[in-house]
């Protein structure tokens, strides 16, 4: 499990901030927010893969959107009620890295939105995209 002072020298000041202090980036400005490569998003801190390209979704809210995590155990939520607000945080169930939140405005299938910050991601272009993306 990755500890802040080894996530310290690996990441960046907005990285660090986002995933260990419940930071939020500001909307457009991420990396991944129009990102349609296709592979799998996965955690900054711990590597493991949280959500792939195929769940993601253009939810014009400014931040990479997702309508069903890679696994429903690879991340946890829990009830948020700062800012006066009653949402949902999402985590990485193997660090605690802070994701982002979920709302329940989302698509069909499941009608959730799993709003993650860029920062809290790392993405793995799968062979496919790598091979397009070579040369
Ligand atoms: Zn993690």
Redesign the pocket.
């Given at each position: 499990m990755p500890n802040r002072e080894d996530l310290q020298k690996r990441l960046t000041p907005e990285q660090l901030h986002v995933t260990q202090d419940k930071g939020t980036e500001r909307p457009f400005t991420g990396k991944y927010v129009n990102y349609k490569t296709k592979g799998v998003y996965a955690?900054i801190?711990?590597?493991?893969e949280l959500f792939t390209s195929d769940t993601k979704y253009d939810s014009g809210s400014g931040w990479p959107s997702f309508w069903l995590p890679l696994a429903g155990d690879r991340v946890h939520t829990h009830r948020d009620t700062s800012l006066g607000m009653i949402r949902v945080e999402v985590t990485?169930a193997?660090?605690?890295?802070h994701l982002g939140h979920v709302f329940e405005d989302g698509p069909q299938p499941t009608g959730l939105r799993y709003c993650i910050n860029s920062a809290s991601l790392d993405f793995h272009p799968s062979a496919d995209g790598a091979a397009g993306e070579a040369s």
């Open positions: 955690c801190c711990c590597g493991t990485c193997r660090c605690n890295a």
